[in-house]
């Protein structure tokens, strides 16, 4: 059990003024069996007016718009967590399990990875034989040893099979890969949005199904979802549940920072800091 | 029935259309071209038992697809009892994920339903398709009534036929059902869509506010109007004639320029009514119509009164087989494609077309359906000065209000090609009036 401190900031510089934006922000962690979440402030910079809302997958999340003119746009997140050791068991619904067994968008599997999945059932006759947790660490670990971690060879935009054949890629690629294997082998699936311990950027890994319960896989790190992940949002893809999106008129060029920061908050020890992870 | 006096009105007609602006535009080779809809003053008569028949079909039809549709969204009964299978849900390209758990106003998906039907030669109606998303062609009749009863008034002395002007105040009276407070809105894409003609004529003849995107703002977890002095009014149902897709640039597709930004969110909140609402492609796609019957049965515990055209799903074992065996006689659709592309006759493919068709239909089974070609029977038009017989289908509308009401008309089109099954407008197609005759 870690009980954690987290800031997410992100700030945008316009070089002219935008005449009106609007924007949706999916980072607000919640409450669940794993973790429990405390003293959560958000910040606006111009002060925005806010709704509350709750989508589909059953993110919370704050929308809204703004019509005064401005050129510089700024949110800040931060709260505590009190995250659970080990791997986490939450209940699925068979709902869900239908839903997140299909692939989409960023996760539709091609040619290469329908390939790849058939050389590990040739190599492990007994992989289908598997729980779909067996499955999961499987593939996890065979993507440790075939994918490469490398900033900048994809894009937000890249999907699972683009960025298999690229074969290097960021967490968000390593999570759509390990998806679009699941689902490929019969297993319902999600991509989760989080933070980790340390300083640098947002994180993403996997949540799968097994025996009615969602158990949470890191395969950029090649490790179980432990009491360093503050879970934030899933989707069946990164897009259904981006951290944040917006639309503006105006503002010229832009220059965007994020900022974010997970220190362990017990007393007494020194703060864990891993650095960049990602 | 003596239609003469009508015929020789034909090209009045027809120029009454075109100074109306009663156009159908079409994008081919990337340029948009708008045409005329060529209209036929030979009109399609339905006697009024015949038709009073096809309205009780067609009420129980669309009443399965909305309750279909409620449950899809939220428990899945049908699927986990296993009458549909999980693969025609979560993989069709009409299932939305956004929509889980969101119900609309009273629970109504589809509040206007363009259903197609052919009438076969053995004298019985068929379903060929339906339409739950966007169905067009309403106004096509609407305006041509209108303009016979001008250009040629004598020929409606003494005819027992249902007035089919009507057709706005039952548009009007869906609309006002599921409206939350607020004006009511037709929302258009703009002056390029192919049916801009029908988004206009519906505002006029509903009395309802014409508007784009950019005439829409969303504040305040609220839908306002934007009026031409600037004033903000609230909105509480929006009959749009934009696709899910286009709808909300922060929902959905975000290169969207025509939609509303979080138009969606407010939805989701009850705050304002979407006409039909979003998500309702999961119930009209090509291989869930094979389904349809099945969901009569299974939430209404009805016979269906209604057919389909005998259909084989290759996603099933036995009916893979029969589709190989008896390729030549069947129509292959692609379940992802509509207006008229992605249908192909079995019999008019060459020896290597088939072939190469075939591995792609074991491939993909779940992509293709198959159907029986239905003889369908002609229905005369004036080519020339000559009658000429041609393939015509029926898209009746069917509304859900507090109740469900078939409109007694429909949009009547032929292909004006004689060798051609393809009705569709987008295809070239011409339109007939509909009579429904009163008793």
């Known amino acids: ?278 | 029935m003596n239609n003469v006096n009508l015929l020789k009105h034909t090209d009045d007609v027809n120029a009454l259309l075109a100074r109306y602006g009663v156009k159908f535009g079409i994008y081919k080779n990337n340029e948009f071209k708008e045409q005329l809809f060529p209209f036929d003053a030979i009109p399609r008569i339905i006697e009024h038992d015949e038709f009073s028949f096809l309205e009780r079909g067609l009420k129980q039809r669309v009443t399965a697809l909305n309750l279909f549709l409620k449950d899809i969204y939220s428990d899945k009964k049908i699927v986990k009892d296993g009458v549909v299978p999980e693969d025609f849900i979560f993989a069709s390209s009409g299932y939305m994920v956004e929509c889980e758990g969101v119900c609309p106003t009273k629970g109504i998906y589809s509040h206007i339903s363009g259903i197609d039907l052919v009438k076969g030669k053995d004298g019985g109606w068929y379903i060929l398709e339906d339409n739950l998303r966007v169905p067009s062609g309403a106004s096509y009749p609407m305006i041509a009534r209108e303009l016979c009863r001008r250009s040629s008034p004598g020929t409606f002395n003494g005819v027992r036929l249902e007035d089919n002007r009507n057709y706005a105040k039952l548009l009007r009276r869906t609309m006002d059902n599921v409206n939350v407070g607020g004006h009511t809105v037709i929302l258009t894409p703009g002056r390029y869509n192919a049916a801009y003609f029908e988004h206009s004529y519906l505002a006029e003849q509903t009395g309802a506010h014409l508007a784009n995107g950019s005439e829409l703002i969303v504040e305040n977890d609220k839908l306002y109007f934007i009026t031409a002095d600037g004033k903000h009014e609230r909105v509480g149902a929006v009959y749009r004639r934009i696709s899910d897709e286009y709808l909300d640039p922060m929902n959905f597709n975000p290169q969207s320029v025509i939609g509303i930004p979080h138009i969606y969110d407010v939805f989701r909140k009850g705050n304002v009514a979407l006409i039909n609402a979003p998500g309702n492609g999961v119930a009209d796609d090509k291989g869930i119509y094979y389904f349809v019957p099945k969901m009569i049965s299974y939430y209404l515990g009805e016979e269906p009164i209604l057919h389909n055209a005998p259909t084989y799903l290759p996603f099933y074992e036995e009916d893979m087989k029969y589709v190989l065996e008896n390729f030549d006689k069947l129509v292959l659709k692609d379940v992802a494609e509509a207006g008229g592309y992605g249908v192909v006759f079995g019999n008019s493919m060459t020896k290597e077309q088939k072939e190469s068709f075939m591995s792609l239909l074991k491939a993909e089974p779940r992509r293709f359906i198959a159907q029986e070609v239905i003889d369908f029977q002609d229905l005369d038009i004036l080519e020339g000065g000559e009658m000429v017989p041609r393939k015509a289908d029926l898209r009746a509308f069917v509304l859900m209000a507090d109740e469900p009401l078939v409109w007694r008309s429909g949009l009547t089109r032929f292909s004006r090609n004689p060798d051609s099954f393809i009705v569709n407008s987008s295809q070239g197609g011409g339109f007939k009036d509909t009579w429904v005759l009163s008793q």
């Open chain 1, 1 to 278: 059990m870690k009980k954690l401190h987290f800031d997410y900031c992100m700030e945008i510089r316009y070089s002219t003024d935008v005449s009106w934006c609007c924007y949706t922000i999916k980072c607000i962690p919640k409450d669940d069996e794993r973790q429990k979440i405390s003293n959560i402030t958000i910040d606006m910079i111009p002060e925005t007016r806010a709704e509350w809302a709750t989508d589909s997958h059953g993110n919370r999340y704050i929308y809204g718009s703004n019509e005064i003119p401005h050129s510089y746009f700024k949110y800040h997140i931060k709260g505590d967590a009190e995250c659970g050791c080990g791997s986490y068991e939450t209940a699925a619904s068979q709902t869900e399990e239908m839903i997140y067994r299909h692939s989409h968008g960023l996760t539709l599997p091609g040619e290469k990875l329908r390939e790849y999945l058939k050389n590990i059932r040739v190599s492990m006759p007994s992989f289908d034989e598997e729980s779909p947790r067996g499955k999961a660490g499987i593939i996890m670990a065979r993507l440790h040893e075939d994918f490469v971690y490398e900033k900048g060879s994809t894009g937000v935009e890249t999907g699972a099979e683009e960025a298999f054949s690229i074969g290097k890629g960021v967490c968000q690629d390593f999570s759509h890969i390990m998806i679009s294997l699941l689902n490929l082998s019969g297993c319902s699936a999600r991509y989760v949005t989080g933070l980790i311990i340390g300083e640098g950027k947002s994180h993403a890994w996997v949540e799968v199904v097994d025996s009615g319960k969602w158990y949470g896989y890191d395969p950029t790190n090649n490790s179980l979802v432990c009491d360093s992940h503050i879970r934030i949002g899933c989707g069946r893809d990164a897009t259904e549940c981006q951290i944040n999106r917006g639309i503006m008129h105006g503002g010229g060029q832009q220059t965007q920072e994020v900022y974010v920061n997970v220190s362990e908050l017990t007393p007494g020890q020194n703060i864990v800091s891993r650095g960049a992870l990602f």
